[in-house]
């Protein structure tokens, strides 16, 4: 139950930082903190050991370190490439495939999407909460990729099964 919970809870801070960035196009380091620190009690919780603990940390660390240099060649903003690696932190290494595979994909068809509604649409007629993302000033709020990313990789973490046992779908 107490595993659970703590799924609940990343889910809904990936679905926050989605949100966030969609409306903003930044994620705050204090969410990208909570979904990173939540990580320690859920582990301890799910009694998931040292060994598979350590490979998630491990994951995160590596993670880490390929984020970090995506954003400094302009690629990331800054929010989306800590978001990454707290989000590894709880896929581990045994869905990092379907976890970036996720992001790629939705963060392809993201970007197409807003850039042909930019180069097509008239901001004019652009809804209010959707002007940042469309202004073409602005980049493409990527932590809606990695959510989705979260998403599709969550049914091999494990410290989601037990939330994602809760619905028939996964379970």
Known sequence: MISATFGAAFFILCLQAAVKDTLSLKITNGLNLSIAALF???????????????????????????????????????????????????????????????????????????????????????PGFAENIFNKENGIPYGVAIAIGAFCAAPHSDLLNEFLSKFSVWG
Request: proline share 5%; aromatic share 14%.
């Open 40 to 126: 320690i009690p859920a582990a301890f919780a799910a009694q998931i050991g040292w060994s598979v603990g350590g490979w998630h940390l491990l994951a995160g660390l590596i993670a880490f370190v390929i984020s970090y240099m995506l954003f400094a060649f302009g690629l990331f903003g800054g929010g989306d490439a800590k978001m990454i690696p707290g989000v590894v932190l709880w896929i581990g290494p045994a869905g990092w495939l379907q976890f970036v595979m996720g992001m790629v994909l939705s963060g392809g068809l993201l970007a197409f999407i807003v850039l042909l509604v930019r180069k097509s649409v008239p901001a004019s007629v652009v």
